[in-house]
């Protein structure tokens, strides 16, 4: 039977667009010009130097007038709010800068990336073995292509959308163009800081919804020590 994810709530969408840091700006910075709290979340429109825009973020004491800076920063398109019942053509969705004490921050309890030593792993043995740089620059060719990676696991993220987010690093590519990092679905567990083989499906442009595109990824894997 195919597999029909759920629909994703806010936090579902924020903890998805973690994962994958190629999906991220760095951070917006504006004024506050409006303030509507939902739920557990609060929406500010802001006036930033590009122009106005909405936002999202953990629900926080935020007051007309205020200066925010909103890290982590995502920008959706035609979001549909049910609480606010309102569409908006453009939002950015992200964390308050130092909310790190705000419990109804949607990011809290997401795996991070902790493993920050430099990271040296031998390439995968056999037909099908690549490097993470390898399936991170070329997608299209592996495209639909079953491959062995083997890496270090430096971010698990359990049980989103029915599956386990892995990303994966093995020394290779570059963090300037996020070649040197890929993420890998699976059903398995890992920790982080685990060496592992993964054999999985390479896909290009996966769309998981809601605005949600990722360039190139490692599904349905398999993970051995």
């Known amino acids: 039977m195919k597999y029909l994810p759920k629909p994703l709530t806010i936090a579902g969408m924020l903890v998805i667009a ?4 190629s999906v991220w700006a760095a951070s917006v910075t504006g004024v506050i010009l409006e303030v509507r709290d939902v739920d557990s979340y609060t929406y500010v429109r802001v006036k930033t130097k590009e122009g106005e825009t909405w936002a999202a973020v953990g629900k926080a004491p935020l007051k007309k007038g205020a200066t925010v800076v909103i890290e982590d920063a995502m920008v959706m398109k ?3 709010s049910k609480a606010l019942k309102k569409t908006f053509p453009t ?3 992200g964390t308050l800068a130092g909310s790190a004490k705000n419990t109804s921050d949607p ?7 902790v493993d920050t030593a430099p990271i040296l792993v031998a390439k995968a043995t056999g037909a099908n073995a690549r490097t993470v740089a390898e399936v991170a620059t070329k997608g299209a060719e592996l495209k639909d292509q079953q491959v062995q990676v083997r890496g270090k696991v430096v971010k698990f993220s359990p049980q989103i959308m029915g599956k386990n987010w892995i ?16 993420l890998v679905t699976s059903s398995a567990k890992a920790q982080v800081g685990d060496v592992v083989t993964v054999t999985g499906v390479v896909r290009v442009d996966k769309d998981f919804g809601a605005g949600y595109v990722y360039k190139v990824l490692i599904e349905e894997a398999t993970l051995q020590p």
């Open 167 to 182: 990303h994966l690093r093995d020394g290779s590519g570059s963090a300037s163009d996020n070649s040197n990092d890929v």
């Open 107 to 113: 990011h809290a309890g997401v795996a991070k990336v």
């Open 18 to 21: 973690s994962i994958a840091s």
């Open 91 to 93: 939002i950015i969705f």
């Open 78 to 80: 035609n979001f549909e």
